[in-house]
């Protein structure tokens, strides 16, 4: 493979991504999903910020301890002690990475720092070299690079280089740039930067106005040669560059003669493990992993694709991992059918788990026609809690139009039932409130997110909600065909995560 065609792939969902509130992950969480994206292939991982919490340094070092081949990232900022302490995390790492940098766009430095572009300069130096007392791989990374002026990001990365950077890299943090304007942004750098044949240069965009892959491809065809992507896309605010969209696209397009180490046929399975472990459900038109990505509703084109695949499909799915043969489950569906689309996303029970998980599908499967992916992950994710110490053992609401919302809530807590009875402002309110009485916390719900997974009246609804307690947020995350249930489940799992 000529090296001047291959594409590094920078993975920064265990940083970036784990930034959208309600989507953190514990320890062991972060380092099921970078086990994950090193059998995806991805070449870093870029596993924490740790100088930002103890839990964040503590996933660094698990993370560098379970990982083998790729290299192991952490961010800090150009401040000496986030280096120190990103270097103490690193120190288990086979292949260790800092990434440390400043902004450089003059909103960044006028109203930011308070600095000038010379001091500015001068830190970002220092922090490069500073960091290069500890590992040889360094990378920086000029933050809202998108909007800083060329020539003097030019005198920057050409500074960094110098004093030992290996990594620039050239951010769009707000999603602000066109395709064009960030493309030509990079080969600015190409072109003016002295030594620039001795780093990478990489990319970071930011989806904010919706160009985030299209601006990462144009950074790449001018000469980037990192690309820093999330799993389905996921990040702050929009979200960051998708990985699986990037790996396709050169997959696709083998004339841009662009190679990447990732084995796309392990795409789909690492698509869902994320979505499922951070509660971030993957919306159906997303492009590579959505569940509508190969779909074909349309007579016409459903005539097309049997007749020849590639009158309406330039991916075939099989090469993302999607088992275009599955099964489709329904109530009629024996065992066999639930472990092996169970396996195909990703998922292994024993015999027992299975068997109490195949209870609950039928349930399911009883109340919908067909069931599909996340219905599937929502039964799982489900059982997965079943050691909770405080479980809804007994719901029951009365609601109407003219009546009172009133419910009567029985929560079984370490094997010992409690029960209670209390009105509110719709059903919803009402089991809140019950739960309240029972729970004797000052919780107060400060945010709460209804999503249908499917059409129909026979919708599963995921419910996401934010608490509140003693200064502190707590996520709680359920789903069910029954929205009240789902409500209370959502409420009783944030309650799980400060009550011991």
């Not at 290996?166 to 999603?175: E, K, L």
């Not at 569906?333 to 609950?360: F, N, T």
């Not at 919780?443 to 003693?470: C, P, W």
Request: charged share 25%; with cysteine.
């Amino acid at each position: 493979m000529d090296s001047n065609n291959r594409l590094y792939i920078f993975d920064t969902t265990l940083r970036d991504g784990e930034q959208v509130p309600g989507c953190q992950l514990n320890t062991v969480e972060k380092v099921e999903v970078a086990k994950a994206l090193e059998e995806l292939g991805v070449d870093v991982i870029e596993a924490g910020f740790p100088v930002s919490s103890p839990g964040d340094f503590h996933s660094v070092v698990e993370i560098s301890k379970a990982v083998t081949w790729p290299t192991i990232c952490a961010l800090t900022r150009a401040v000496e002690n986030d280096i120190k302490v990103a270097a103490e995390a690193l120190q288990y790492a086979k292949r260790g990475r800092i990434h440390t940098g400043i902004g450089t766009s003059d909103y960044h430095i006028n109203y930011k720092f308070n600095s000038t572009r010379e001091k500015i300069l001068e830190r970002a130096v220092e922090a490069v070299k500073y960091a290069k007392k500890f590992v040889e791989d360094v990378q920086f990374y000029a933050e809202d690079a998108g909007r800083t002026d060329n020539e003097f990001l030019a005198r920057v990365i050409e500074a960094v280089i110098k004093a030992g950077a290996t990594v620039v890299n050239i951010p769009d943090t707000t999603g602000y740039c066109l395709p064009e304007e960030f493309g030509a942004k990079i080969k600015y750098l190409v072109d003016h930067v002295d030594g620039i044949d001795k780093a990478i240069i990489a990319t970071h965009c930011h989806n904010d106005l919706g160009m985030a892959t299209a601006n990462t491809i144009c950074g790449i065809l001018n000469g980037a040669r990192q690309a820093e992507v999330t799993i389905n896309g996921i990040g702050e605010r929009a979200g960051n560059t998708s990985l699986e969209e990037v790996a396709m696209i050169f997959k696709s397009h083998k004339d841009l003669n662009i190679n990447t180490n990732i084995t796309t046929n392990r795409i789909y399975k690492t698509s869902r493990m994320v979505s499922s472990l951070m509660n971030m459900p993957v919306q159906p038109n997303k492009a590579i992993v959505g569940r509508n990505a190969f779909a074909h509703s349309s007579g016409i084109h459903q005539d097309g694709v049997l007749k020849n695949r590639e009158s309406y499909e330039i991916i075939d799915p099989r090469d993302v991992g999607i088992d275009e043969n599955s099964i489709v489950l329904t109530a009629r569906s024996g065992r066999a059918a639930l472990k092996h689309r169970l396996h195909l996303l990703g998922v292994e029970l024993s015999k027992e788990d299975l068997d109490k998980a195949y209870e609950s599908f039928l349930k399911l499967a009883d109340r919908k026609k067909d069931i599909n992916d996340d219905d599937i992950m929502m039964l799982v994710g489900k059982h997965l809690n079943k050691d909770a110490r405080i479980k809804l053992d007994f719901l029951q609401v009365t609601a109407g139009i003219g009546l009172q919302s009133v419910a009567s809530v029985c929560l079984d807590i370490a094997s010992e039932k409690f029960e209670a009875c209390s009105s509110g402002n719709g059903p919803v309110d009402a089991a809140i409130n019950a739960i309240k009485q029972i729970i004797h916390r000052r919780m107060v719900v400060e945010e709460f997110l209804i999503q249908a997974i499917t059409r129909g009246s026979n919708d599963v609804g995921k419910v996401h909600m934010t608490v509140e307690y003693e200064g502190n947020h707590y996520y709680g995350f359920s789903a069910n065909t029954d929205i009240v249930a789902a409500s209370a489940e959502a409420f009783i799992d944030a309650i799980n995560k400060f009550v011991h």
